[in-house]
């Protein structure tokens, strides 16, 4: 299927099939005791919610979810095709749903106000247009539904490099990951219509997680 995001996609994964790896090996970091913590003092979605991950990648978060949420609506959004591959039969396994679609290029194919839940971890960044991911939570979350948002934050270059070279691709990734202060998250929120519940730093100020309320 042609995707129009995949292009700018493989710019920053650089290689498929070794990205999906990495985020296959790093979900335990993600998806620790700090984000299920969050999970249950901040998001506490209603009985037998309809959670929805956009950006799912191979769909580690997923069987998570289930495991927590027996009678919930779980569905995965993803457009790499590396990524699908590994979260379909991993969805498939814990009665999970995938869904195929480019959340850069329009609204998925999920009704309005669809979900209690919408998650979104290390996909903002990865957008051309950043506020049209914040735009697609807002419309697939119903009335008081939890958005989120979990990405890079802004931080100083030699930090962000850590000894590593200054090459053009690093610093095109640095672009991408520093683009945004917890601040300028909070912001992209709000002027969605949602309200802050309360902001998280993570790794030393490396990411932050925003949980927010979707207005009326
Ligand atoms: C850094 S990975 C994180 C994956 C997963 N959320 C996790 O934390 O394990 C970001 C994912 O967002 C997906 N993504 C980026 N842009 C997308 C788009 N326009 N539509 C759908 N998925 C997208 C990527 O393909 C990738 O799988």
């Given at each position: 299927m042609h995707h129009s995001s995949l292009p700018h996609l493989e710019r920053h994964h650089r290689d498929f099939e070794a990205f999906r790896d990495t985020m296959i090996e790093t979900a335990v970091g993600r998806f620790g005791p700090i984000w299920w913590g969050v999970w249950d003092q901040l998001?506490?979605?209603?009985?037998?919610p309809t959670l929805v991950d956009l950006?799912?990648?191979?769909?580690?978060?997923l069987p998570q979810l289930r495991a927590r949420h027996p009678d919930a609506r779980i569905v995965g959004v993803e457009v790499q095709p590396a990524m699908l591959g590994h979260a379909r039969p991993l969805a498939a396994g814990c009665g999970a749903e995938i869904v195929e679609a480019?959340?850069?290029?329009?609204?998925?194919?999920l009704p309005d106000g669809v979900a209690d839940v919408v998650t979104a971890v290390?996909?903002?960044?990865?957008?051309?247009?950043?506020p049209s991911l914040v735009a697609e939570m807002r419309r697939l979350l119903a009335p008081g539904g939890v958005a989120v948002l979990y990405d890079w934050v802004k931080r100083p270059l030699a930090e962000y490099l850590d000894g590593a070279p200054l090459t053009p691709d690093t610093l095109q990734h640095f672009r991408e990951h520093c683009l945004f202060t917890p601040e300028d998250l909070e912001f992209l929120l709000r002027r969605e219509g949602f309200a802050i519940r309360e902001t998280i730093g993570r790794r030393g100020g490396r990411y932050a997680i925003v949980v927010a309320e979707r207005g009326a």
């Open positions: 998001v506490r979605p209603v009985a037998a950006g799912t990648g191979p769909g580690m978060l480019d959340v850069g290029a329009g609204p998925v194919p290390h996909v903002l960044h990865e957008l051309e247009h950043p």
